[in-house]
């Protein structure tokens, strides 16, 4: 079935510095890919997300680049501050909708 | 900024009791989604519908769960005969069209709590 991969689970870095988030997804079918951030007992809030004709999409410090031939999308957080640590999820989506979520990736940011 | 709105916000309840989760999605939004979130691991999809019938479910939505849209406004899910490994996060979505032409919004969430 569906399934998506998310890599790393955990992932500590220091103020200013990059984080990158990878995910994989097995459906080639899949053609949206959204990213959500999720702080502790609050709901996922979309960030930035990606379809399938795009291969790169960038809103400020935030960016999603995706390699469908590899079937992989990646999160990239530049110049990283203590509010961006939370737990992000990665989910891929046919067309019906039903979002398929990686296991998340828990970024702390340190001062 | 519309919302997707959810109440309770935590429910605790026995075990083998039926429970009513409610949600009323963004008002021009067509899609309507459950999802839950046991403590610590991922959001796992439930269900979506559309045109008031299920569109999909997953093998987690068993016979115990039934989605409701009563109407205009609400979305509902029930549990009918809770078991402890109920005990999740419930998220409600809604979105205006499908799949990749535009994003789902998400509910802040109801605790479902099962003693």
């Known amino acids: 079935g569906e399934n998506v991969e998310q890599h790393p689970s955990t992932l500590s870095v220091q103020e200013g510095d990059s984080a990158v988030i990878k995910c994989t997804y097995s459906d080639s079918a899949s053609n949206y890919f959204p990213w959500y951030k999720q702080e502790l007992g609050k709901r996922p809030q979309l960030i930035i997300d990606i379809r399938s004709n795009v291969g790169e999409k960038k809103d400020q410090r935030i960016a999603v680049t995706l390699n469908k031939t590899a079937k992989h999308f990646s999160l990239h957080i530049t110049e990283t501050q203590p509010e961006d640590s939370a737990v992000y999820f990665c989910a891929a989506s046919l067309n019906t909708g039903k979002l398929i979520f990686g296991q998340g990736t828990t970024l702390q940011v340190k001062p | 900024e519309p919302e997707v709105t959810q109440t309770p916000s935590h429910q605790v309840t026995q075990m083998g009791q039926e429970v009513i989760l409610h949600c009323v999605p963004i008002?021009?939004?067509?899609?309507f989604y459950w999802y839950r979130q046991i403590l610590g691991q991922k959001v796992e999809f439930l269900v979506s519908?559309?045109?008031?019938?299920?569109?999909?479910k997953s093998e987690i939505f068993d016979d115990q769960f039934s989605v409701e849209r009563p109407d205009g406004s609400n979305f509902t899910l029930k549990i009918r005969s809770t078991k402890l490994e109920d005990s999740a996060m419930y998220f409600c979505a809604s979105s205006q069209e499908q799949g990749a032409r535009t994003e789902a919004f998400f509910g802040q969430g109801t605790r479902l709590t099962v003693v």
């Open positions: 008002s021009n939004h067509l899609y």
């Open positions: 519908f559309y045109n008031n019938e299920i569109s999909e």
